[in-house]
């Protein structure tokens, strides 16, 4: 298998509050919702946030039950980020936006926040030594 891209969709049960959330509190762009869903193109990924009817359409199609959605924490989206500060900003941009965060702190040699969407989604923000030789290029 060789992927193009990877596409990364996630049940939501208000598109309006999921856009002002991973807009203006995470700075992600958008062309906004279309089709009841959200796209975001992301390095290397590509993030779907689709109104939970729509996304269940797809689980069925491949064969499984019509899931019990959103399911808060049943996934955790990690990314490296560029400094400590930057995930100081972004955890209290997504606070503001309706999310949920608590305070970053030091984990196993790496500098994390995390922040949950307002169905329960977490991402988790990490910096550390090798985020920043990534980071300076």
Not at 88 to 101: K, Q, Y
């Amino acid at each position: 298998m060789s992927p193009v891209t990877v596409v990364v969709s996630l049940p939501v049960t208000d598109l309006e509050r999921t856009l002002r959330f991973y807009r203006d509190g995470l700075g992600l762009e958008t062309p906004g919702i279309d089709g009841g869903m959200i796209a975001f193109e992301l390095p290397n990924l590509s993030l779907f946030l689709i109104e939970q009817g729509e996304y269940a359409t797809y689980v069925e199609r491949a064969g499984h039950a019509r899931p019990v959605v959103p399911q808060p924490g049943a996934v955790v989206l990690s990314c490296a980020m560029g400094g400590k500060a930057e995930i100081d900003d972004v955890l209290a941009s997504a606070r503001e936006a309706g999310g949920s965060a608590g305070a970053a702190a030091e984990h196993d040699g790496a500098y994390t926040g995390y922040v949950s969407d307002p169905d329960g989604h977490a991402w988790e923000l990490v910096f550390n030594d090798r985020t920043a030789a990534a980071a300076a290029g």
